[in-house]
């Protein structure tokens, strides 16, 4: 079992800034990708960015260049910096952790509770 804690959401104003942590604990052995997911209300699930391993990165169109993803492999972290917010980016944002098997299943693929982020006007 893989666990997911998550921590950092608020409330900020348009233009602010927020950074998201996420803690993975229990089974982990070696993660292979860790990211942000985010779901506003009435809306899909979506990738907000992802981070390999090997520190290559994957971002939304919508937060390129606003949001930035890091990871420490050793303590099972992963960060998101968000800045320059928008009352677009208001979503519970979920953290997500994952390993392959070498046939291309899971052997876990973990989510945390979400947490609140929500840009005012």
């Known amino acids: 079992q893989v666990q997911l804690g998550e921590s950092g959401g608020g409330l900020v104003h348009n233009g602010g800034s927020l950074r998201l942590s996420c803690s993975a604990s229990?089974?982990?052995?070696?993660?292979?990708?860790m990211g942000w997911y985010r779901q506003a209300p009435g809306k899909q699930r979506e990738l907000v960015a992802a981070?390999?391993?090997?520190?290559?990165?994957n971002y939304a169109d919508s937060v390129k260049g606003r949001f930035t993803i890091s990871r420490d492999n050793a303590k099972n972290t992963v960060d998101l910096q968000m800045s320059s917010l928008k009352p677009e980016d208001t979503a519970v944002y979920y953290c997500?952790?994952?390993?392959?098997?070498?046939?291309?299943?899971?052997?876990?693929?973990?989510w945390g509770q979400g947490t609140q982020v929500t840009v005012s006007s």
């Open positions: 229990g089974s982990i052995f070696s993660i292979d990708v």
């Open positions: 981070i390999t391993n090997g520190g290559r990165t």
């Open positions: 997500n952790a994952r390993k392959s098997t070498w046939y291309g299943s899971y052997e876990y693929d973990a």
